[in-house]
């Protein structure tokens, strides 16, 4: 079986400093807790309580003395919460979405009504918005939630992305909120790592040789999930987590196999699941 690789793939700069990090804090001894998973992906997080890092999800479960903030950034109370509660900190936040947190506190000084389009619920977006007013911002979605929204009422706007976006996907949510109200501005937050993986996969799906795309990533990476959605409206395609999740008939008559990876994906998984396919 041919197999192909996408020109780029699977961790980001972000995500591969905060596993390093991560790595030698433990194997140093360090003894800490991981608010949320370090990286979205299930492989990571089990390896990582394998080397004494485990997983928490709020700063009160934390017993260990370091508390480990995770690539996607938390929000800047939790920092102060934290050391309320006698804690060290690792912080591991990527520092794209640094930038983000500085230049929507810029834009709110300056007046601007924040809209982040993304997930509510994403941790990163959580980090930009938890400690603001409510007021002050939204969180857009869908372009009929950007429809249900009187954007006329606010002097101006400034866009700001989750950073794992489909950039084109979002552009008619963006372009919705400009019509209705022109002092909007866009800051160009999608990250150049997400846009170069769906760039080469939407490549790789494009591939006349290729007759499947396997997407490699974690259930729960919003990055992994959306290069499962460009190449699967162009071939057969399927997300596995890992070589065991492999379904022999996926590649019936294929002939050429391409493989992609999410930002979250560590190298050793992509080469497993690399190797699994070739020996079928
Ligand atoms: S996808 Fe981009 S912004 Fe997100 S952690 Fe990776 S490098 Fe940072």
Redesign the pocket.
């Known amino acids: 079986m041919k197999i192909k690789r996408a020109q780029r793939y699977g961790f980001?700069?972000?995500?591969r400093v905060?596993d390093i990090k991560v790595r030698r804090f433990a194997a140093k001894g360090g003894i800490g807790a991981i608010l949320g998973q370090v990286v979205h992906n299930e492989r990571v997080v089990e390896e990582m309580e394998k080397l004494g890092v485990r997983t928490v999800h709020s700063l009160e479960e934390v017993k260990e003395p370091v508390v480990v903030f995770s690539?996607?950034g938390v929000p800047s109370s939790y920092h102060e919460k934290a050391k309320a509660l006698g804690l060290e900190i690792l912080d591991t936040t990527?520092?794209?979405?640094y930038d983000i947190h500085k230049e929507s506190r810029k834009a709110l000084e300056e007046g601007a009504h924040l809209v982040f389009i993304g997930d509510p619920s994403h941790r990163?977006v959580v980090g930009y918005t938890h400690d603001l007013t409510q007021s002050s911002y939204h969180v857009i979605a869908s372009l009929e939630q950007a429809a249900g929204v009187d954007w006329r009422a606010y002097g101006s706007i400034k866009i700001f992305y989750q950073?794992?976006l489909n950039a084109e996907e979002y552009e008619p949510v963006a372009r919705a909120i400009e019509a209705a109200n022109p002092r909007t501005s866009r800051a160009d937050t999608i990250?150049?790592?997400?846009k170069e993986n769906q760039e080469a996969a939407m490549k790789l799906a494009m591939d006349g040789e290729v007759g499947v795309v396997i997407v490699i990533g974690g259930k729960h990476s919003a990055?992994t999930r959306h290069l499962f959605e460009i190449c699967s409206k162009l071939k057969p395609c399927h997300l596995v987590q890992g070589a065991s999740d492999l379904e022999i008939a996926w590649f019936d008559g294929a002939g050429c196999v391409g493989i992609t990876a999410g930002?979250s994906t560590p190298d050793y998984v992509i080469d497993e699941v690399e190797k699994a396919i070739s020996l079928l």
């Open positions: 980001c700069s972000g995500v905060a690539a996607h990527c520092k794209f979405v990163e950073t794992t990250c150049y790592a997400t990055n930002a």
